[in-house]
């Protein structure tokens, strides 16, 4: 079955670091443009960050930027979120999301600007709160 998978969620203290990690079965992630996202409840999905296929571009949304780190190992099939001195605006549920991209028209896009994706996780939930 082909699926992306997130874990490294739970609760954290304002000020607290998380790693999520997004992982695919199924297929290798090399081709693959990852970008997470995040709902909070009430609120519409919000894009976080997001990495090429090669990890040499990425892309930050302003509310993260200096805070969270988005990684790659493709030799581990992997997409790794580094979020530090989070807020309790961090709260939500996160998702990761695949896009295939290597030999497509899509590669040079920047990956903030992909809206399609073939495939998502299920969500985890990560909680900020003293």
């Known amino acids: 079955q082909l699926q992306l998978q997130e874990s490294g969620g739970g609760l954290v203290q304002p000020g607290g670091s998380l790693t999520l990690s997004c992982a695919s079965s199924?297929?290798?992630?090399?081709?693959?443009?990852i970008s997470w996202f995040r709902q909070a409840p009430g609120k519409e999905r919000e894009g976080v960050t997001c990495?090429?296929?090669?990890?040499?571009?990425?892309y930050y949304a302003d509310s993260v930027k200096a805070r969270f780190t988005i990684s790659r190992d493709n030799a581990k099939n992997t997409v790794s979120l580094q979020m530090n001195n989070m807020k309790s605006d961090d709260t939500a549920v996160y998702y990761c999301?695949?896009?295939?991209?290597?030999?497509?028209?899509?590669?040079?896009?920047?990956?903030?600007?992909?809206?399609?994706?073939?495939?998502w996780g299920q969500g985890t939930q990560v909680t900020v709160s003293s």
């Open positions: 199924g297929f290798t992630l090399d081709y693959y443009a």
């Open positions: 999301a695949a896009r295939a991209v290597t030999g497509t028209s899509w590669y040079d896009l920047p990956c903030h600007e992909i809206k399609e994706f073939d495939y």
């Open positions: 990495i090429s296929s090669s990890g040499d571009s990425t």
